[in-house]
């Protein structure tokens, strides 16, 4: 089946948020890739015919001024729209800024010329409009041009200089004639105790004054477009907005009094004061609402597309789910059990699963993800489980070798190392069904990785994979797309949920296993670093186990790996042998020996770098030490902790900072230090950091969005979600007056993917 090919083909693009990466010509926002995948594979699903057909732009005629190139404008050439691309487009790679470009690049400031004192009481450093008589010109004597042009003004009150730098005689006394009043805006500086206004803003006469904006917006600028480019480029892009058909309901446009599309648009390039500006101003909300209903409705779109009847149901027995139960030395919590529930029920249907499961750090996801993947082989299939670090692959496998022996049933292990023979003999079973279940790596997207048949692909740490990866194994399945459950332990606040997941259903695992003690935290400076060693030497007489994270230079790996070395050799110092370490730029066995030798007890302090951020899992570690811990995130250092208070012993965490804090640095210490509700920390962490960066934008594929700002707009994006999913229930093709309307606001926000499910819907 070549549409199918089609389909895989495009998921195996390994950057394809660049427009580059999409074959060319076809139609796709390249804003969602993903959706670029989805939209192909639907669409040729539906019609069974190759791509070709469905190469149409359909983007409405009314936003066709909108998507025309700015150079379409007056006064912009190639030139500027080279440098305009820069400014404009610093989240997209497109080569050219287009009108809509220059329309959702919005005013950071204003320039507020209203203020008209005489020039004695004209305020040094301020932005002021003066009315004056031009009293003299002094040009630079000749062949000095370091010497500025220098005008000499006047009121009734006292004197001002203006100062032109390289001043064209010829042009300054057509603009300054001796003895006639003009009014000038720009600001002024004391210099002595005369009064200067260097290259004023404006210099007009009293009827040209009439015609000036006295309130100016002003725009993120660069090198070679000054405010007043901008704002004519802006301003005759505002020409072009089109009077569109209202999308939005009207009684919440009347609750939230928020004016029409185009009157927003406007509005927002036309401050008036400086709350204008805030993301909370009207015409920014409304316009962020469209943003963020447009990007819920195409979730919705893509969602509903996605999984109906593209899965199919597993006809699951119980034995070996019952047999490993049997097995485990404890009980299920309530929610790993509700959370299992939710798992079976999307696999035992005919629709796909695209399900999320937050758990904290050890809230016990793993076993989850066992019995899933075994009720899976229950049912004839295979399963596979990835992880983001081989440290953790090895974990895992680890953990499932020793229950497949009891429970009887197959495992293996595929990361970068398995190479050769060994690999080859792998795949083959693997082929040929002869293996239950694959844990590993990145190394399941290799193309060679073929399954017999596999059932469910579990991805752990989703955080860490983007979303191309994702699509790209739950290719993997034979006729079908396999059922596909991520994991994360970075709980995720319901913003982030909204805008990242809300393709997808969510598990969450709200307890922690019985008998988990709650870890102390304590904040320290390094230089009381003594005191803690003392500590440690009554811990390691005891037989407890330590990490000891080493601070991370984030420009450089080297740097951080140094300064792990020598804290290395400086416990090493105190505590002889009983200290390892182990970091990324180690090879993959040797890493692997430390671990082991930690897990099994020879090492008593494990140095390391973040390598071992994620999931791993040695109960007897019960201290954590975090040296510079100011230089990690709030999510990060949450899930450093998280290694520890694994067993049922008392744990604690030290976190060394070296001062001077700056607020946050402390704020955020602080946090941590009362806190180990991971929901709430990453609250903060939103709030401290912005949303991007929590989940690392370009890895997580955070949808960048040209209005909307988290977490300043959360509240509305909740509301755009239930108005979604309100708006799809009633009207799924979006057929109705108001579903048209929506579909050109798909179009204006570029989900033209979605939109272009409708029309074949
Ligand atoms: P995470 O969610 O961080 O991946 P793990 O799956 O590594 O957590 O589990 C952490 C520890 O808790 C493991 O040692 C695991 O065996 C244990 N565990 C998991 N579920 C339970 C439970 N219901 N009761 C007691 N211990 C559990
Ligand atoms: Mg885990």
Same mark, same amino acid.
């Given at each position: 089946?070549?549409?199918?090919?089609?389909?895989?083909?495009?998921?195996?693009?390994?950057?394809?948020?660049?427009? $580059?990466?999409?074959?060319?010509?076809?139609?796709?926002?390249?804003?969602?890739?993903?959706?670029?995948?989805?939209?192909?594979?639907?669409?040729?699903?539906?019609?069974?015919?190759?791509?070709?057909?469905?190469?149409?732009?359909?983007?409405?005629?009314?936003?066709?001024?909108?998507?025309?190139?700015?150079?379409?404008?007056?006064?912009?050439?190639? %030139?500027?729209?080279?440098?305009?691309?820069?400014?404009?487009?610093?989240?997209?790679?497109?080569?050219?800024?287009?009108?809509?470009?220059?329309?959702?690049?919005?005013?950071?400031?204003?320039?507020?010329?209203?203020?008209?004192?005489?020039?004695?009481?004209?305020?040094? =450093? $301020?932005?002021?409009?003066?009315?004056?008589?031009?009293?003299?010109?002094?040009?630079?004597?000749? /062949?000095?041009?370091?010497?500025?042009? +220098?005008?000499?003004?006047?009121?009734?009150?006292?004197?001002?200089?203006?100062?032109?730098?390289?001043?064209?005689?010829?042009?300054?006394?057509?603009?300054?004639?001796?003895?006639?009043? #003009?009014?000038?805006?720009?600001?002024?500086?004391?210099?002595?105790?005369?009064?200067?206004?260097?290259?004023?803003?404006?210099?007009?006469?009293?009827?040209?004054?009439?015609?000036?904006?006295?309130?100016?917006?002003?725009?993120?600028?660069?090198?070679?477009?000054?405010?007043?480019?901008? #704002?004519?480029?802006?301003?005759?892009?505002?020409?072009?907005?089109?009077?569109?058909?209202?999308?939005?309901?009207?009684?919440?446009?009347?609750?939230? %009094?928020?004016?029409?599309?185009?009157?927003?648009? +406007?509005?927002?390039?036309?401050?008036?004061?400086?709350?204008?500006?805030?993301?909370?101003?009207?015409?920014?909300?409304?316009?962020?609402?469209?943003?963020?209903?447009?990007?819920?409705?195409?979730?919705?779109?893509?969602?509903?597309?996605?999984?109906?009847?593209?899965?199919?149901?597993?006809?699951?027995?119980?034995?070996?789910?019952?047999?490993?139960?049997?097995?485990?030395?404890?009980?299920?919590?309530?929610?790993?059990?509700? $959370?299992?529930?939710?798992?079976?029920?999307?696999?035992?249907?005919?629709?796909?699963?695209?399900?999320?499961?937050?758990?904290?750090?050890?809230?016990?996801?793993?076993?989850?993800?066992?019995?899933?993947?075994?009720?899976?082989?229950?049912?004839?299939?295979?399963?596979?489980?990835?992880?983001?670090?081989?440290?953790?692959?090895?974990?895992?496998?680890?953990?499932?070798?020793?229950?497949?022996?009891?429970?009887?049933?197959?495992?293996?292990?595929?990361? /970068?190392?398995?190479?050769?023979?060994?690999?080859?003999?792998?795949?083959?079973?693997?082929?040929?069904?002869?293996?239950?279940?694959?844990?590993?790596?990145?190394?399941? @997207?290799?193309?060679?990785?073929?399954?017999?048949?596999?059932?469910?692909?579990?991805?752990?740490?989703?955080? #860490? @994979? /983007?979303?191309?990866?994702?699509?790209?194994?739950?290719?993997? =399945?034979?006729?079908?797309?396999?059922?596909?459950?991520?994991?994360?332990?970075?709980?995720?606040?319901?913003?982030?949920?909204?805008?990242?997941?809300?393709?997808?259903?969510?598990?969450?695992?709200?307890?922690?296993?019985? /008998?988990?003690?709650?870890?102390?935290?304590?904040?320290?400076?390094?230089?009381?670093?003594?005191?803690?060693?003392?500590?440690?030497?009554?811990?390691?007489?005891?037989?407890?186990?330590?990490?000891?994270?080493?601070?991370?230079?984030?420009?450089?790996?080297?740097?951080?790996?140094?300064?792990?070395?020598?804290?290395?050799?400086?416990?090493?110092?105190?505590?002889?042998?009983?200290?390892?370490?182990?970091?990324?730029?180690?090879?993959?066995?040797?890493?692997?020996?430390?671990?082991?030798?930690?897990?099994?007890?020879?090492?008593?302090?494990?140095?390391?770098?973040?390598?071992?951020?994620?999931?791993?899992?040695?109960?007897?570690?019960?201290?954590?030490?975090?040296?510079?811990?100011?230089?990690?995130?709030?999510?990060?250092?949450?899930?450093?902790?998280?290694?520890?208070?694994?067993?049922?012993?008392?744990?604690?965490?030290?976190?060394?900072?070296?001062?001077?804090?700056?607020?946050?640095?402390?704020?955020?210490?602080?946090?941590?230090?009362?806190?180990?509700?991971?929901?709430?920390?990453?609250?903060?962490?939103?709030?401290?950091?912005? =949303?991007?960066?929590?989940? =690392?934008?370009?890895?997580?594929?955070?949808?960048?969005?040209?209005?909307?700002?988290?977490?300043?707009?959360?509240?509305?994006?909740?509301?755009?979600?239930?108005?979604?999913?309100?708006?799809?229930?009633?009207?799924?093709?979006?057929?109705?007056? +108001?579903?048209?309307?929506? %579909?050109?606001?798909?179009?204006?926000?570029?989900?033209?993917?979605?939109?272009?499910?409708?029309?074949?819907?």
């Amino acid at each position: 089946m070549p549409t199918h090919i089609h389909a895989r083909q495009l998921s195996l693009f390994e950057r394809p948020n660049k427009p $580059s990466c999409v074959p060319k010509g076809l139609p796709f926002s390249s804003r969602e890739p993903n959706f670029a995948h989805k939209l192909i594979k639907s669409e040729s699903l539906r019609h069974q015919k190759p791509r070709t057909n469905v190469v149409l732009i359909m983007r409405p005629i009314q936003l066709h001024a909108l998507f025309a190139k700015a150079q379409s404008l007056d006064g912009i050439g190639p %030139k500027l729209s080279e440098k305009l691309t820069k400014l404009v487009n610093n989240t997209v790679e497109r080569s050219d800024p287009r009108v809509i470009d220059l329309l959702w690049h919005f005013p950071t400031g204003i320039n507020d010329r209203r203020h008209r004192p005489k020039i004695s009481a004209a305020e040094p =450093g $301020s932005l002021v409009t003066i009315e004056v008589s031009v009293t003299g010109h002094v040009p630079p004597p000749p /062949g000095n041009k370091k010497v500025p042009y +220098r005008v000499f003004c006047a009121d009734d009150t006292g004197e001002m200089e203006l100062i032109f730098f390289r001043g064209q005689k010829n042009y300054l006394e057509r603009m300054l004639p001796l003895g006639e009043k #003009r009014i000038l805006s720009g600001r002024v500086e004391r210099y002595g105790a005369k009064l200067q206004m260097s290259h004023p803003d404006h210099m007009v006469s009293e009827e040209e004054f009439k015609t000036l904006q006295l309130i100016e917006p002003v725009y993120p600028l660069t090198a070679g477009v000054s405010g007043k480019i901008m #704002r004519r480029a802006v301003n005759n892009a505002i020409e072009l907005i089109p009077e569109l058909e209202e999308w939005q309901d009207a009684e919440w446009l009347k609750k939230q %009094k928020w004016r029409g599309f185009s009157d927003a648009l +406007r509005t927002v390039h036309q401050p008036q004061e400086l709350l204008d500006l805030l993301p909370i101003a009207q015409a920014r909300k409304r316009l962020a609402y469209d943003e963020l209903l447009a990007s819920q409705l195409a979730l919705a779109l893509m969602r509903n597309s996605e999984i109906k009847g593209t899965g199919r149901a597993l006809k699951m027995g119980n034995g070996l789910r019952n047999k490993i139960l049997s097995l485990l030395p404890f009980e299920l919590t309530g929610s790993q059990k509700t $959370s299992l529930e939710e798992i079976y029920e999307d696999m035992g249907s005919p629709d796909r699963m695209l399900r999320l499961l937050q758990g904290d750090v050890g809230s016990g996801k793993t076993v989850v993800a066992m019995l899933a993947m075994a009720a899976a082989v229950e049912a004839g299939t295979q399963a596979a489980l990835m992880a983001p670090t081989e440290v953790l692959a090895r974990q895992h496998f680890h953990e499932f070798s020793e229950m497949a022996e009891k429970a009887s049933f197959s495992v293996a292990l595929l990361t /970068g190392r398995e190479k050769g023979k060994s690999r080859e003999a792998l795949l083959a079973q693997l082929k040929m069904g002869e293996l239950d279940m694959l844990v590993g790596t990145h190394a399941l @997207f290799q193309d060679d990785v073929e399954f017999a048949d596999l059932g469910i692909a579990i991805i752990d740490e989703q955080h #860490r @994979f /983007g979303v191309q990866q994702r699509m790209k194994l739950q290719g993997k =399945g034979k006729d079908t797309d396999t059922d596909v459950l991520v994991m994360t332990a970075t709980p995720i606040p319901r913003t982030l949920l909204l805008t990242n997941y809300g393709d997808m259903e969510t598990s969450q695992l709200t307890d922690k296993p019985a /008998g988990r003690k709650p870890i102390t935290t304590r904040v320290l400076p390094v230089d009381r670093i003594d005191e803690l060693l003392h500590g440690l030497q009554r811990a390691l007489a005891s037989g407890t186990q330590v990490y000891w994270v080493c601070p991370l230079v984030e420009e450089s790996e080297k740097l951080d790996l140094a300064a792990a070395d020598q804290r290395h050799a400086w416990l090493q110092g105190h505590f002889g042998d009983k200290v390892g370490l182990v970091h990324g730029r180690m090879k993959g066995e040797e890493k692997d020996a430390v671990m082991k030798s930690f897990s099994d007890g020879n090492i008593g302090i494990l140095v390391a770098t973040t390598v071992i951020e994620v999931g791993v899992n040695v109960p007897n570690a019960t201290i954590m030490v975090i040296e510079h811990a100011e230089r990690f995130g709030l999510s990060q250092l949450h899930q450093l902790r998280g290694r520890v208070g694994r067993g049922d012993k008392q744990s604690s965490c030290i976190l060394l900072y070296q001062g001077p804090l700056s607020k946050t640095g402390q704020a955020r210490l602080t946090v941590i230090r009362d806190s180990e509700d991971g929901f709430r920390i990453a609250e903060e962490d939103l709030r401290l950091r912005g =949303g991007g960066e929590l989940l =690392g934008t370009k890895q997580s594929g955070v949808p960048e969005f040209s209005i909307a700002r988290l977490p300043e707009h959360s509240e509305i994006l909740a509301a755009a979600r239930d108005d979604a999913q309100l708006i799809l229930s009633r009207d799924p093709t979006l057929t109705s007056t +108001r579903g048209k309307a929506l %579909k050109t606001l798909l179009y204006l926000f570029e989900r033209d993917a979605a939109a272009k499910l409708l029309r074949s819907g």
